[in-house]
């Protein structure tokens, strides 16, 4: 019989929130459960799996994946063709970084921007320092906006504080949101539009009468409740069917976060330099850190040539 259980939060990627010199190591899992309808495509002769083909829109034919390749429309019906490998060479880097590059009143996001959450939680160790950033984001009344790369692809993110955690949201880039100029809105002033007082003492008392406080469970998807009474319907009436099981997909595991380092020195550091003036200074010290190791090298390597030379004059007896 169908279940509605929703299944234990998974790891979907793993990495360190980033702001100056402080690092927090995080995970991220997702925010949301998707409880849609899936009608899975059966062979109704065998009770198969079907899947997707791929089909030459023209001919109707089924063709082989090598014959595939990847074109960007320019102009109607001309387009330019990219290999793999230079759509490879432009996914950015991973950096396993969620960089905050500014922090902005909490309510200045429109809601047209928001895309997908995902909770983030600490790892290895990163309980106080990540406390710290949630409870002086909800002080100051700021939320963070940050670059983060997700599976290849990047997105600008805000990280906001939401009770006892942190809600990476995904957002929209700019470019992507229409603009208001393309609709046949009303104008923003209520006289232009003709509205009376009285007409908007009504309608605020109407809402006023109709208001409630946020309850997410007072919402139901009906389509959803019907379909699955009438499943439960056919299953208590036999009405079922054994369908061809296949191998699930193992997906990798997400990578190891960034170490912490100590954080007053951190946020003294990135409060008296900048973030970026620090940054520059940890790329120094590591510069100036190389020439006691590099000689070590040479060293051992000198002290393993004779090995390499008598070994030759032996091969050459």
Request: charged residues 30%.
């Amino acid at each position: 019989m169908p279940t509605s259980k929703t299944p234990a939060p998974r790891v979907l990627w793993k990495g360190a929130i980033s702001f100056g010199l402080v690092h927090i190591p995080v995970a991220l899992y997702s925010a949301t459960v998707d409880h849609s309808i899936d009608f899975d495509w059966l062979d109704k002769r065998t009770m198969d799996p079907v899947g997707y083909k791929r089909v030459n829109k023209k001919t109707g034919k089924e063709i082989a994946r090598e014959q595939i390749v990847k074109g960007i429309e320019y102009e109607d019906g001309e387009y330019v063709l990219l290999s793999d490998k230079e759509i490879a060479d432009a996914y950015p880097k991973t950096t396993q970084t969620i960089e905050i590059e500014t922090f902005v009143p909490a309510d200045s996001i429109p809601f047209v921007y928001l895309e997908r959450p995902y909770y983030v939680a600490p790892i290895n160790r990163g309980a106080k320092v990540y406390a710290l950033l949630r409870e002086t984001l909800k002080r100051a009344g700021r939320i963070g906006v940050a670059r983060v790369v997700i599976q290849t692809k990047q997105h600008l993110a805000a990280l906001v504080p939401v009770g006892p955690g942190l809600v990476l949201n995904l957002l929209r880039w700019g470019a992507d949101i229409r603009p208001w100029k393309d609709l046949p809105l009303p104008s923003e002033s209520a006289k232009q539009v003709g509205l009376s007082e009285r007409e908007l003492k009504m309608a605020g008392e109407l809402v006023k009468d109709m208001s409630s406080d946020w309850d997410p469970d007072e919402f139901k998807d009906s389509f959803k409740d019907e379909i699955m009474r009438l499943v439960d319907q056919k299953v208590e009436a036999g009405q079922t069917e054994e369908v061809t099981k296949l191998e699930p997909i193992e997906e990798q595991a997400g990578r190891s976060g960034a170490k912490i380092l100590d954080l007053t020195e951190l946020l003294q550091r990135s409060l008296r330099k900048g973030g970026k003036a620090a940054a520059e200074d940890e790329e120094e010290e590591s510069e100036e850190a190389k020439p006691t190791r590099k000689p070590a090298a040479k060293a051992t390597a000198r002290k393993r040539a004779p090995a390499r030379k008598s070994a030759s004059r032996h091969k050459a007896a």
